[in-house]
């Protein structure tokens, strides 16, 4: 999801009605391995060296940036990976109304980093759905010219053959009146920019990219049958839930949205254009159905579904699929749910989070050499009480300033005591400030402790040192930086947390 924040959550509310296809390739869409989103709004990002080797290691071979990050970008220079980039939605404007600036645009993110990096970018993917109904139309005017204007400038840079324009939409674009997929059509209100938008998509070589979240469809409706939102195991009997569409019996989320969008495309004569999946995964945490062995389950249904190419009804070969995602992002925005810094297959760190078996039954590799702040961790003094009346404006800062979305309830450290939350909240204050002198100074009410305070499923973590990294060349400034960059805003904020002293 990307700088993808928004509330695609409503997206899929509905969970017969919305869909995702493949079709008859103008021009073929060709597998390359697994494909993975890689969300870089992280305190201490994963240095993209190690990252583009995790995603090597674990056989992915195609990669979704939301936005021209350059330590990423540098990173997939030679790496044989294709790269999806995306501009985000804030561009929109200056790119829709000025075709200098998607020129300038596309010198500054594609050109440079083809021509000087050796990036292999197949994809620039404009906007981040950008229909979605919750935007209340403010991007449906600007979408359309600012593709225009993208690919007009991948022309004049002699890219448009190696660099093809795209959409990534929510499936919240179309729906279906009777709840069959055969049923599909555009939402009323966009029916036309629609229609115009995937004619010039395939006019000129697009390709049309859809995200599908069965998790959201589930943790919207308290009534949504839990097992359709799964892909079913090898001989079980079909989803009680599972919709009969004539012949076809469609038996999870995933296979009804993706037709349903499929049906909305032949109706309108654009059966033709190519659809790839841009996200679609499950979270671990910070919701009550967030958790790993729900993840597990859904993805190892999606990662068998991908390795056997296996599609839906009306699409039989599985297109492209952007698993969401590679990585946890503990910067991101939280507004559409405590999940969404929790979707990664892999641990902030690159660790996996539980085993998921890959072609040949191979297991995930975890990330190799990162290197980790001190082991150590910051909690509530022994003989502070958890009632102390500066507590509570303690928490509230050190959550502020640092990812607490573990601590709700359902979620992996949920059942802590008072004095477990207190102390899981100045140790992620800790941990973020890089373990800084001054940082886990919370009034005398904290002390730095070596015995892991870790209980059950609900982990302390210890931060990655983004200054220790084996980084070589410009991968390694970049890296630099990123740290450098949050470590002077630490540095400001350790500085106001001992001045007040709470």
């Not at 053959?161 to 919240?172: F, G, M």
């Not at 190519?274 to 945490?285: A, F, L, M």
């Given at each position: 999801?990307?700088?993808?924040?928004?509330?695609?959550?409503?997206?899929?509310?509905?969970?017969?009605?919305?869909?995702?296809?493949?079709?008859?390739?103008a021009r073929p869409v060709q597998a390359v391995g697994l494909a993975a989103n890689w969300g870089t709004r992280a305190l201490h990002p994963l240095p993209g060296d190690i990252t583009v080797r995790l995603l090597r290691d674990n056989g992915f071979g195609k990669v979704k940036l939301f936005e021209a990050d350059a330590a990423a970008l540098q990173a997939l220079g030679h790496s044989g990976i294709q790269v999806m980039l995306g501009l985000p939605n804030e561009l929109l404007a200056p790119v829709a109304a000025s075709v200098n600036a998607a020129e300038q645009w596309v010198l500054?993110?594609?050109?440079?980093?083809?021509?000087?990096?050796?990036?292999?970018?197949?994809?620039?993917?404009?906007?981040?759905?950008?229909?979605?109904?919750?935007?209340?139309?403010?991007?449906?005017s600007l979408t359309l010219p600012a593709v225009q204007?993208?690919?007009?400038?991948?022309?004049?840079?002699?890219?448009?053959?190696?660099?093809?324009?795209?959409?990534?939409?929510?499936?919240?674009?179309?729906?279906?009146?009777?709840?069959r997929p055969s049923s599909g059509d555009f939402r009323a209100d966009i029916t036309g920019l629609m229609v115009s938008l995937v004619r010039f998509l395939l006019d000129n070589g697009g390709i049309l990219t859809i995200n599908i979240y069965p998790f959201l469809s589930l943790d919207a409706d308290p009534n949504f049958p839990v097992d359709y939102a799964f892909f079913p195991s090898p001989g079980a009997p079909p989803s009680q839930a599972s919709v009969q569409d004539g012949n076809v019996l469609y038996t999870n989320v995933f296979d009804a949205n993706y037709d349903t969008l499929?049906?909305?495309?032949?109706?309108?004569?654009?059966?033709?254009?190519?659809?790839?999946?841009?996200?679609?995964?499950?979270?671990?945490?910070?919701?009550?159905?967030?958790?790993?062995?729900?993840?597990m389950r859904f993805n190892q249904g999606l990662f068998d579904r991908i390795i056997a190419g296996k599609g839906t009804p009306r699409r039989p070969t599985m297109p492209d699929v952007y698993v969401f995602a590679l990585l946890d992002e503990d910067n991101k925005s939280t507004d559409p749910g405590n999940f969404e810094r929790h979707w990664g297959v892999f641990n902030y760190d690159g660790t996996p989070k539980y085993r998921l078996n890959l072609a040949g039954g191979r297991p995930l590799v975890p990330a190799k050499g990162v290197r980790y702040l001190s082991k150590q961790w910051?909690?509530?003094?022994?003989?502070?009480?958890?009632?102390?009346?500066a507590i509570g404006g303690a928490v509230e800062y050190a959550c502020q300033y640092s990812d607490c979305t573990s601590l709700g309830a359902g979620s992996s450290c949920g059942g802590l005591d008072a004095r477990g939350n207190v102390s899981y909240a100045f140790n992620q204050f800790f941990q973020a400030a890089n373990q800084q002198k001054g940082s886990c100074s919370f009034n005398n009410l904290s002390v730095i402790t070596t015995t892991d305070p870790s209980q059950g499923a609900c982990r302390f973590h210890i931060q990655i040192d983004t200054g220790r990294h084996e980084l070589t060349g410009k991968s390694a400034a970049a890296g630099r930086v990123a740290g450098l960059s949050w470590s002077a805003t630490v540095l400001g904020l350790v500085g106001g947390l001992v001045a007040a002293a709470w």
């Open positions: 999801m990307s700088s993808c924040l928004a509330l695609r959550a409503l997206a899929v509310a509905v969970w017969v009605a919305a869909a995702y296809p493949v079709v008859f390739r500054r993110n594609v050109s440079s980093y083809v021509s000087r990096y050796g990036v292999d970018i197949r994809y620039v993917a404009i906007g981040n759905e950008p229909f979605l109904k919750s935007y209340k139309g403010k991007f449906e204007n993208v690919q007009a400038a991948l022309v004049k840079a002699g890219l448009a053959r190696q660099v093809r324009v795209t959409v990534p939409l929510n499936a919240d674009v179309y729906e279906s009146s009777d709840g499929i049906a909305a495309l032949e109706k309108h004569g654009l059966g033709a254009i190519p659809v790839i999946v841009g996200e679609i995964g499950w979270p671990t945490d910070g919701d009550r159905n967030a958790n790993a062995a729900s993840a910051c909690v509530l003094r022994p003989d502070a009480s958890p009632t102390d009346p």
